[in-house]
């Protein structure tokens, strides 16, 4: 099984910050490439990577694409946040040099770096930060889920309170992809985010309607510019072009790479390859409001149907694991489950007793061509034992209309956890409120409200498990496998840490002899 990181001690450090009456930080960069030079001026020499997920946009509010990976990855380039997670999901400051919450983590106040500018030189202040949040919430964004409710005033120029509709200890986890922009924006405004001003390590040179992302060093960021002069990410969707251009130097860094491919890329000596665990799950919901999927007992019994061990030993035997739980052992609220056991008579007969009709075709829906032969291989499974299922692969606009319609019957994503904490994917994907899978469980809300509000992170996970436990029981969807990313990279390129959420940070990287 993946494990915790570094046997979960960093995970005990940052429960015990939450719990801890004021969190203060050595106030130390964001950027680890130009933290310690304080430059005013970029680094030299170039790279371009290509990763799994194309850029469609930049605005990280934006209520259709805001939450995708490759604006994520954009957006930490570009702007900040109040904080950020390091690779062991503890917490670091960026805009906020320390945090507090009140006796019952109703109220959360936050003390804001000094002197931090945009990149046209304008001041950032408390009055951004919440003018950010209202508009977070106003375009109802994915995000915006997180903090139904709650609502957030500067106290100060250099101090803004957030308060919350119900005790919340997870607050700043939830604020690591919350990102800062000008005041003044007001709604969504694509021509802002065709070159948008931010406050973060990089600036915008080039974003076209390819996908191809130019970053350049942003001379005023208050940890000093990057040690790279230039990163070009480009639009590579599918996997033989980009491990080719891996290999012939036209890229310098790729991410999310089969297994299959793994081998032959350790055997080159010019470059370099490593996995790490990944908060990332793979996660496929049953729609419990369509007929045939509405008992527990049927949604169980397909689960069973599916030998997952054998299909991730043949087609990730070493950057996947069978998952135990619907978060990953990296996340805060992981508790390990009952192993759903494959045996294929057992589910036709639980069916054939609960009346499934085997003449309905079940929709399984995904996106990324990466993702086809695992749901290939679950399709065939489940036609052992009679069940018909149509395997559709939709661009991700469309598959995000759908997913969001509950125009599905079984949905597959690859569900990553940007913040480490169950509060954003338990807790805010699987109460009756949120309508993502057509499940609600009156029993569940209330522990999952429990959890959130607890400020004991040792209640906080058992409150989880308790939760995993009821979601895992009643099949709201199978968890098949826990994820780790593999990266490689030319071994001229130094300082790259790769990152649990594939959202790699190329402010501390360095181009060999530039």
């Known amino acids: 099984m993946t494990r915790p990181l570094a046997s979960g001690r960093p995970r005990r450090a940052a429960l015990a910050l939450i719990a801890a009456v004021t969190v203060a930080l050595s106030g130390c960069s964001a950027a680890s490439g130009g933290g310690t030079t304080g430059g005013s001026g970029g680094g030299d020499g170039e790279i371009t990577v290509a990763g799994t997920y194309a850029i469609e946009s930049l605005d990280p509010g934006s209520p259709t694409g805001g939450s995708a990976t490759g604006t994520q990855l954009a957006s930490q ?19 906020a040099t320390s945090w507090k919450p009140d006796a019952t983590a109703t109220q959360w106040t936050f003390t804001l770096r000094q002197g931090v500018r945009f990149s046209d030189g304008k001041p950032v202040g408390a009055d951004d930060v919440v003018a950010s ?36 200890a997870a607050v700043p986890y939830k604020l690591a992809i919350f990102y800062v922009l000008p005041g003044g924006l007001k709604g969504e405004d694509p021509a802002f985010f065709q070159n948008p001003v931010g406050s973060g390590p990089f600036k915008v040179e080039k974003f076209d309607s390819s996908g191809t992302l130019v970053l350049v060093p942003n001379p005023g960021h208050y940890g000093g510019a990057p040690k790279i002069g230039r990163v070009t990410i480009r639009k590579m969707p599918e996997l033989a072009a980009r491990l080719t251009a891996l290999r012939t130097g036209e890229v310098d860094l790729v991410w999310g790479i089969p297994d299959d491919q793994l081998a032959g890329l350790q055997g080159d000596a010019g470059l370099k390859v490593e996995t790490v665990p990944s908060t990332a799950v793979f996660t496929m919901w049953f729609n419990s409001s369509a007929p045939a ?13 599916v030998d997952f061990a054998t299909i991730i030993k043949r087609l990730y035997p070493r950057t996947g694991t069978l998952a135990d739980a619907p978060v990953s052992p990296v996340t805060l609220g992981y508790v390990p489950q009952e192993p759903v056991r494959h045996d294929p008579a057992a589910a036709k007969a639980a069916l054939t007793d609960a009346g499934f009709d085997f003449s309905t075709k079940l929709r399984l829906q995904f996106a990324n061509a990466e993702f086809r032969p695992f749901n290939q291989a679950i399709v065939s499974d489940l036609q052992k034992i009679g069940v018909q299922v149509d395997l559709l692969e939709k661009e991700q606009a469309v598959f995000t209309k759908d997913l969001l319609a509950l125009n599905w019957d079984i949905n597959f994503q690859q569900l990553s956890n940007p913040t480490f904490d169950a509060a954003n994917t338990l807790g805010r994907l699987y109460p009756c409120a949120a309508k993502r899978n057509g499940y609600c469980n009156p029993g569940l809300d209330k522990l999952l409200a429990a959890a959130g509000a607890s400020a004991d992170g040792k209640k906080r996970v058992e409150l989880y498990g308790e939760a995993s436990k009821i979601i895992w029981r009643d099949a709201v969807g199978m968890f098949p496998m826990a994820v780790k990313y593999a990266y490689a990279w030319n071994r001229r390129v130094t300082g790259v840490t790769p990152d649990p959420n594939g959202l790699p940070d190329f402010a501390g990287v360095q181009v060999s002899g530039s």
Request: charged residues 25%; without cysteine.
């Open 293 to 305: 999927l509405k008992e527990a007992g049927i949604r169980r019994a397909l689960w069973q149907a």
């Open 77 to 95: 380039a570009i702007f900040s946040r109040l904080v950020r997670p390091r690779p062991d999901g503890t917490l670091q400051g960026d805009l």
């Open 133 to 168: 949040f209202k508009r977070l919430i106003e375009l109802k964004s994915t995000n915006a889920a997180n903090f139904a409710g709650y609502t957030m005033t500067a106290t100060s120029p250099s101090e803004v309170v957030l308060k919350a509709a119900k005790p919340d």
